[in-house]
């Protein structure tokens, strides 16, 4: 079975610093696709990145971009430039690519210093 | 973009009573919806898999009869918590996939969520 590890329950950035979040993950398939997505207190969920695993390059959206190390199993983001509206929970998400459904870690919960 | 809405966004109820969860794709047709429960500091669990016209998959642990779900159309598909208890209190989000927008990458689109206070 796939499994999502987040091992940092909490992380803190001062605003406008850079902060990274960490993601490994565990899968015998070859063809998955990964993202992250960000809770606010909201608690809409709302997608941040999202990479195919068939693609080296990693993704990247404004701020936000990820470190994607295959081999390693590894998928970390990084956020640039921390804004106080990037507080939230940030989820690492994988799916198969035989499935619909995605499989979360346990999240990270971001705080930015003003 | 696609959006899903679901209703209610919070709901109270009685002990042993049953409440109904509605998720509604609004401009795309879902033939699948994934209903996920989220406890407080907790992250998302699938709960279970609607497809339209026909069984949900529920994952193991999830008690069939005591969610129910109905995919009756393309467009929505109902949680029911029957006889519901206290620990029944959750956080509820379902998702669907937007299937004209590609393949398996694409992404899910979450509706805001239910949060079930079972006194």
């Known amino acids: 079975a796939q499994t999502v590890t987040q091992s940092q329950p909490e992380m803190s950035v001062q605003e406008a610093e850079t902060v990274t979040l960490s993601c490994t993950y565990d899968t015998s398939e070859s063809d998955y696709y990964l993202f992250w997505y960000k809770q606010p207190p909201s608690r809409q969920m709302i997608l941040v990145i999202r990479?195919?695993?068939?693609?080296?390059q990693n993704a990247t959206e404004n701020r936000f971009s990820v470190n994607f190390q295959k081999a390693a199993k590894s998928f970390s983001l990084k956020i640039s430039d921390s804004q106080l509206g990037d507080a939230a929970m940030y989820f690492c998400?994988?799916?198969?690519?035989?499935?619909?459904?995605?499989?979360f870690g346990k999240g990270t919960k971001l705080s930015v210093k003003p | 973009g696609a959006v899903v809405s679901q209703h209610p966004s919070w709901v109270i109820c009685k002990s042993g009573t049953s409440v109904k969860i509605e998720c509604r794709s609004l401009d795309f047709q879902a033939t699948t919806m994934f209903w996920y429960r989220q406890f407080p500091k907790q992250s998302l669990m699938l709960m279970a898999t609607?497809?339209?016209?026909?069984?949900?998959?529920?994952e193991q642990g999830v008690e069939k009869d005591k969610f129910l779900i109905n995919h009756a159309s393309l467009t929505l598909s109902t949680l029911t918590v029957t006889s519901a208890h206290p620990e029944d209190s959750s956080f509820y989000i379902c998702?669907?996939?937007?299937?004209?927008?590609?393949?398996?990458?694409?992404?899910?689109?979450f509706g805001n969520g239910t949060r079930l206070t079972v006194t």
């Open positions: 998702s669907a996939r937007d299937p004209g927008v590609g393949s398996y990458n694409s992404p899910l689109h």
């Open positions: 998400a994988y799916r198969g690519g035989s499935q619909g459904n995605l499989i």
């Open positions: 990479q195919e695993a068939y693609k080296q």
């Open positions: 609607s497809n339209e016209g026909s069984k949900a998959t529920y």
